[in-house]
């Protein structure tokens, strides 16, 4: 493992305001939804039933807009899920039983896909340029079984192209739920040339007895020979969750925004925003993919649990 400098060289020890102010930011996007699929969402009230004619168009105008949405061609993305369900939810609104029948089965398949394997992704550009991903998929393990072998306080090291790095235990107690919450700053360095992410993150680990949730703020970001001289991660706040499923498995999520700098994207950026924009869209879609996937070959025992330096 490669060994940083001291973290308490990097950054100042955090406050217990500053973990405060990681769960807000965290707590702030957890329901963003895609700008277009918002106004989507506005268009199809309550003022008259929904067909399923609509429902084709309003979705795939949305698609059409994000460019970054759907995987393939006819997938529902994690994002649109979201706003389905809600539609489905959604008091008082009228819904042809042709078109509630498309939307059933279009949740439904999303759904049947993970219970298969499946991991599920999507990304969108906020209104202040933030790259948004959201991504899930299922551990066919038992629940119990997989938070013993991987501690969830110990789930830097085990990302998908983690270089190195090093935590900091600030506090550890049990909250009036019974849960142990763990406070901790950790340094690392993401990824692999010449995309290398080098970051310090205020992270808050809230462990409970069916469900696990990390959440972070990135408060720094070295410029290092690795990131060509490059401050790279400008925001990164999210949460990674490992919840315990009706079967007793673990469901993975992860949900996050960020703003990078890369020499890819630098140069990217100059030529066009958009284009850097769905860039990093499609490479945050991916890396969280491999992440699930590295978390499914650790309980699967075909890659060894990673320890972590605490200095």
């Known amino acids: 493992m490669t060994k940083f400098n001291n973290l308490g060289i990097t950054i100042a020890r955090p406050t217990s305001e500053a973990f405060d102010v990681a769960l807000a930011k965290a707590a702030s996007i957890a329901d963003a939804q895609p700008p277009r699929l918002v106004a989507v969402a506005r268009e199809i009230t309550a003022d008259h039933e929904l067909s399923a004619a609509e429902y084709e168009r309003l979705l795939g105008v949305a698609r059409a807009d994000l460019k970054i949405g759907p995987i393939s061609t006819g997938s529902v993305d994690t994002f649109d899920v ?22 059933e089965a ?47 306080e110990d789930w830097s090291p085990n990302l998908a192209e983690y270089r190195g790095g090093e935590v900091r235990e600030i506090s550890r107690a049990k909250d009036g739920r019974g849960h142990e919450i763990v406070r901790q700053q950790e340094r690392m360095q993401l990824g692999s040339l010449p995309n290398v992410l080098d970051m310090t993150k205020n992270t808050v680990v809230d462990k409970g007895p069916t469900a696990a949730r990390v959440t972070w703020q990135v408060v720094h970001s070295d410029a290092t020979p690795a990131t060509f001289f490059l401050s790279t991660v ?25 703003l990078i700098r890369t020499p890819i994207s630098a140069v990217a950026g100059a030529v066009a925003g958009r284009v850097t924009g769905e860039l990093t869209a499609r490479q945050l879609k991916g890396y969280f993919v491999a992440v699930i996937e590295r978390y499914r070959a650790i309980a699967a025992g075909s890659v060894p649990v990673k320890a972590v330096d605490r200095p």
């Open 82 to 103: 979201r706003v389905l369900e809600a539609l489905l939810a959604r008091p008082g609104l009228r819904i042809h039983p042709q078109a509630r029948a498309r939307i």
């Open 106 to 152: 279009d949740v439904a398949a999303a759904r049947e896909a993970l219970e298969r394997g499946a991991i599920r992704s999507g990304a969108f550009a906020g209104s202040d340029g933030a790259i948004h991903e959201l991504c899930q998929g299922k551990i066919d393990v038992a629940f119990d079984d997989f938070i013993a072998k991987m501690r969830p």
């Open 234 to 258: 400008q925001r990164d706040d999210g949460y990674i969750e490992f919840a315990k499923t009706a079967d007793g498995k673990v469901l993975v999520t992860t949900r996050s925004a960020h």
